[in-house]
């Protein structure tokens, strides 16, 4: 501290105004913060950079525990990308934060050569996935999944929750390369009893059987697709789900065996359709010459605007509703 | 100094243009590629960088085309950095201890491969390969090579990022290295420079140590001609950083600027090294070419300039 009076408390910019809950984030568990701190504690070859956006991507807990393996390089993107590149080659393993949009689009020539092209052990941890910021369309990252997975050696995960994030950053940790973690921080505390999940690098995970369709759904848009799959049981329409947390290496053999068994498989990101799990999903039933119907939910190649995530997520066809219905008219279709 | 033949698959390596195969004069000399610190005195670097020039030239002549004036103009720098003053282990290119040596201009690739080759980091007979079709010796280096090769920086301004995290590195882990980097004058231009020149500066790597290669040439030709780069000096003072001027040519000043940069404790150091491109070869004195053509009968002027008989 400078010994200036305090400023206002830094929120993530997730909600903010007249959106944010009452109970600020004060109260909730910094679940990823926590974990990266743990997993630091075990192993010293960790250290944590972050581009001005310490509380945001909840590494002040690293910062004030293990202040000398944290590094501040200020606003300034690809040379933090280039110092993990060179702290990697020197046998520690670097974690970068920032949000989505600036871990990606930014220093996307310093990410391909400095840490995916030298399979540097390097984890490149994004905030504000998608559509869920007020700050507007230089934040929102429609594309950083697309991005990142065009680049050879880049393992992609994004956890569908708080509490996948433990496991998902457990996961990057102990696999030795690049990874680009996607992930917000969580908005309130989990439900007392709620499980852990577990995530293993590129294995789709089902979470509900369906007769009717498949959805797959990544990140946030699995609850909005979980609540979606009871709004179509309604309508007569049995749906499964699973949880493509690892969009990059992608489980594949999943997707061929899922296409056998049903007539329509539908994706949910909260993403562009255009190089995330949609395409990924497109690539595998295209080149299984199957016949299985597919329908792509997510951003319509098209930017964003800034407002309360709900507002963007109804906006975007990515509220529950709105996928129940997109669900429900592919499906008239594919079931004819 | 002993001079080895030739080696037998110059022979078949393709030439330029029709161009005969012309042998490397790369002398092999063992007490060049010995574990450590080689701290050699100035008579012997105007050997080794005599060495690095004619190479430089054999290796462009295949090719009839390259980055013949950079390879010449730094081929101090190059000789003062790898045999006198960075501390490294031909035969273990991972040693832990080593000092790291950049090579942010990736391009100037004739010269860093030669310069290998003579260190002992990488055998003679693979400079046949530089930029043969399947080669790992490219034209813009490249780590395919192995690990003597400390990064990949074809895409101009990555360089003193990656040492700079090397540099910090040695602090984190209690790990004493220095951490050298061959930096470009065009490269100026990239914004990503001054990032890390500011995170340097304020972090204090007192490790790090940058030789800017001033040849004032870039691809678009004279840099002033491109954007002014100047005051240089007084940028990177102004950014924290000791800065030493130096005519790039002149072994001595490279020796005191290198030392200095050692005994500086506070902050890192920029060794502002003017150099010529095409130095050495009246021919290709000061001529301003990015990738210059060189026909063969130049180069075998130069050549014989260099000494090497036809």
């Given at each position: 501290m400078n010994g200036l009076a305090p400023t206002l408390?830094?929120?993530?910019?997730t909600q903010g105004g007249?959106?944010?809950?009452?109970?600020?984030?004060?109260?909730?568990?910094?679940y990823y913060g926590e974990t990266l701190l743990e997993l630091a504690r075990e192993r010293p070859e960790i250290v944590c950079l972050t581009a001005d956006l310490t509380t945001s991507t909840e590494t002040d807990l690293f910062r004030d525990s293990l202040p000398e393996r944290f590094v501040m390089p200020g606003i300034a993107e690809a040379n933090m990308v280039g110092l993990a590149g060179g702290l990697a080659r020197s046998g520690l393993q670097a974690w970068v934060h920032t949000f989505c949009v600036f871990a990606t689009r930014r220093p996307y020539d310093q990410v391909a050569m400095q840490v995916a092209y030298p399979r540097c052990d390097v984890k490149i941890v994004g905030f504000?996935?998608?559509?869920?910021?007020?700050?507007g369309v230089s934040h929102q990252a429609i594309d950083d999944v697309a991005l990142m997975r065009a680049l050879p050696n880049m393992t992609v995960i994004e956890p569908s929750g708080p509490a996948q994030v433990p496991a998902a950053v457990r996961a990057a940790a102990n696999h030795r390369g690049p990874v680009y973690l996607r992930m917000l921080r969580a908005q309130a505390v989990l439900p007392p009893g709620t499980p852990w999940e577990p995530l293993e690098i590129g294995r789709i995970q089902p979470l509900a059987e369906g007769r009717d369709a498949l959805v797959i759904a990544s990140g946030l848009a699995v609850e909005p697709a979980r609540q979606a799959l009871q709004l179509l049981r309604a309508h007569g329409i049995e749906a499964g789900l699973a949880n493509a947390?690892?969009?990059?290496?992608?489980d594949e053999a999943f997707v061929r065996e899922q296409a056998r068994r049903h007539r329509l498989i539908v994706t949910v990101e909260?993403?562009?359709?255009?190089?995330?799990l949609g395409s990924a999903v497109a690539e595998v039933l295209a080149e299984a010459g199957s016949s299985t119907r597919l329908l792509r939910l997510g951003v319509r190649d098209r930017f964003a605007e800034g407002a309360s995530m709900s507002y963007l997520f109804e906006h975007h066809g990515l509220s529950a509703a709105a996928i129940a219905d997109a669900i429900r008219k592919k499906s008239k279709e594919a079931l004819k | 100094m002993s001079r080895t033949a030739a080696p037998k698959g110059n022979s078949t390596a393709a030439g330029g243009e029709g161009t005969p195969v012309n042998a490397l004069t790369l002398p092999s000399h063992a007490p060049w590629q010995?574990?450590?610190?080689?701290?050699?005195h100035e008579p012997e670097l105007r050997q080794v960088a005599h060495a690095l020039r004619r190479t430089v030239i054999e290796l462009v002549r295949r090719h009839g085309q390259g980055y013949v004036q950079q390879g010449l103009g730094a081929a101090e720098i190059f000789a003062s950095l790898y045999f006198h003053e960075a501390r490294i282990d031909p035969a273990d290119a991972?040693?832990?201890a080593r000092d790291r040596c950049i090579l942010?201009?990736?391009?100037?690739s004739a010269l860093f491969h030669a310069a290998l080759a003579l260190r002992g980091m990488?055998?003679?007979?693979?400079?046949?390969?530089?930029?043969?079709?399947?080669?790992?010796?490219e034209i813009n280096v490249s780590e395919r090579l192995g690990p003597m090769v400390e990064g990949t920086f074809g895409?101009?301004?990555q360089g003193l990022s990656v040492a700079a995290g090397m540099a910090l590195a040695s602090r984190i882990r209690g790990v004493p290295y220095r951490v050298n980097v061959v930096l470009g004058d065009g490269e100026l231009e990239e914004g990503q420079v001054w990032e890390a020149a500011m995170f340097a500066g304020s972090e204090g790597l007192h490790n790090l140590c940058v030789v800017l290669?001033?040849?004032?040439?870039q691809v678009e030709g004279h840099t002033d001609s491109v954007l002014?780069?100047?005051p240089i000096a007084d940028k990177w003072r102004a950014f924290n950083w000791q800065v030493i001027e130096a005519d790039g040519h002149d072994l001595g000043a490279l020796l005191a600027a290198f030392a200095q940069a050692r005994a500086q404790s506070e902050r890192p150091t920029m060794v502002v090294a003017t150099t010529v491109p095409g130095k050495g070869v009246s021919a290709l004195e000061g001529v301003i070419s990015h990738n210059a053509k060189l026909p063969a009968d130049v180069a075998d002027t130069a050549l014989r300039e260099l000494g090497v008989s036809a």
């Open positions: 408390e830094v929120s993530d910019f007249a959106h944010t809950p009452a109970a600020a984030a004060i109260s909730v568990p910094r504000l996935p998608g559509l869920s910021t007020i700050l947390h690892t969009i990059k290496p992608f909260n993403h562009s359709i255009i190089g995330g | 010995q574990r450590g610190r080689l701290a050699l991972r040693w832990d942010s201009t990736a391009h100037n990488i055998p003679a007979v693979a400079l046949d390969g530089y930029v043969q079709d399947g080669s790992p010796l895409s101009l301004g290669d001033l040849n004032w040439m002014r780069l100047n």
